[in-house]
């Protein structure tokens, strides 16, 4: 072998470990800022992870609140129930009691005594003295029931309002707490997003690079063979192949599937609404908020416009609760995958 030959091998060598530590290896700075990128992702998903188990806590906490406001609210109808028997009975014994003044007028007696005076005899006397004090017995007993009877409404109404101020409370509770739960997953969501992004362009930018210099590398060590080539033998060629770089195409879509399941016990949401059907309308469903947040209008396939203003305990992740007015729908419906629609959020 000549020296010409050992020197194009050589500068073909050379040139060949130069270009790789330049174009293959990243810089400082880019390595430093995936490692950041990437330990303030992680250092994210554990808060959000350690959120996430915070936000189960809450929403049984509304769970709890919201059978409670329940459970008044059938305080508060049967309180009611028992006020309007409790007013109608006081009516009716006042009626009575007026009745009887009336006819007492009627009949041009003034009072009990104008009663015994009017007798005819000792034994007459006697007989009207024993019915008098029936009668006034009888008027004490209807004076006090009566009386009794507008104590009764008086400390049911106090109750009722007693029930009505915890209800309004834990409706004010429940909204506070909603309020900050979502606001919490939004910020949440938004900085998991940021970081994932940077996380991601960071990576791209650095497997560009890294497929340009091999790029490069692979055109500069054709040219060198065939250089060598043109020396040794220059018959010899060699062609250089370029890897293209795919590109991802993410196709956005507003729908998503999700499965459901449905209930048909009315009452209270946890948003403090009432369960609502509206074939023709917005009807209640329960949701996950972290998945879809509290408020939003959303399209259920086969079953049509809702609001996601109820949470439960067994709702999470990936699931809906479509409210029903009867058991018969909730077994027809029972569990499905269906299409849904964020309408806005």
Not at 28 to 50: D, G, M, P, R
Not at 65 to 90: C, G, P
Not at 277 to 303: C, H, L, W
């Amino acid at each position: 072998m000549n020296k010409k030959i050992i020197s194009v091998v050589m500068i073909l060598i050379l040139t060949i470990t130069i270009n790789c530590n330049t174009f293959a290896a990243p810089s400082t700075n880019e390595t430093s800022e995936l490692k950041q990128a990437q330990s303030s992702k992680k250092a994210l998903q554990i808060k959000i992870e350690n959120f996430n188990n915070e936000i189960d806590g809450v929403l049984n906490k509304i769970d709890i609140n919201k059978t409670k406001m329940n459970e008044i609210s059938q305080d508060i109808r049967k309180t009611q129930t028992e006020l309007e028997i409790v007013e109608k009975n006081a009516m009716d014994q006042e009626d009575l009691f007026e009745k009887r003044a009336r006819v007492m007028y009627i009949n041009g007696v003034d009072s009990y005594l104008d009663v015994l005076l009017d007798s005819t005899s000792f034994s007459d006397l006697i007989s009207r003295a024993d019915t008098l004090e029936m009668i006034i017995k009888y008027d004490k007993n209807l004076i006090a029931k009566i009386e009794k009877q507008r104590n009764s409404i008086i400390k049911h109404r106090d109750t009722l309002n007693n029930e009505n101020d915890k209800l309004s409370a834990l409706k004010a509770n429940n909204e506070i707490i909603l309020t900050k739960l979502s606001k919490d997953i939004k910020e949440h969501k938004v900085l998991l997003s940021n970081v994932t992004k940077k996380e991601t362009k960071l990576i791209a930018d650095k497997k560009a690079k890294e497929l340009a210099a091999a790029k490069i590398i692979k055109e500069q060590a054709a040219n060198k063979r065939i250089t060598m080539s043109r020396h040794l033998d220059p018959s010899e060629s060699s062609t250089s192949k370029s890897d293209a770089v795919p590109n991802d195409v993410s196709n956005s879509t507003n729908y998503f599937i999700i499965e459901s399941t449905a209930y048909s016990k009315g009452g209270f949401t946890s948003s403090g609404s009432r369960t609502n059907r509206d074939p023709n309308g917005y009807s209640t469903i329960a949701v996950d908020p972290r998945v879809i947040p509290m408020g939003s209008k959303v399209y259920v396939e086969g079953y049509g416009y809702a609001i996601a203003s109820d949470t439960g305990s067994a709702i999470k992740g990936n699931i809906i609760d479509v409210f029903f007015n009867t058991e018969a729908e909730v077994l027809n419906w029972g569990r499905r995958n269906v299409k849904i629609r964020i309408i806005n959020e």
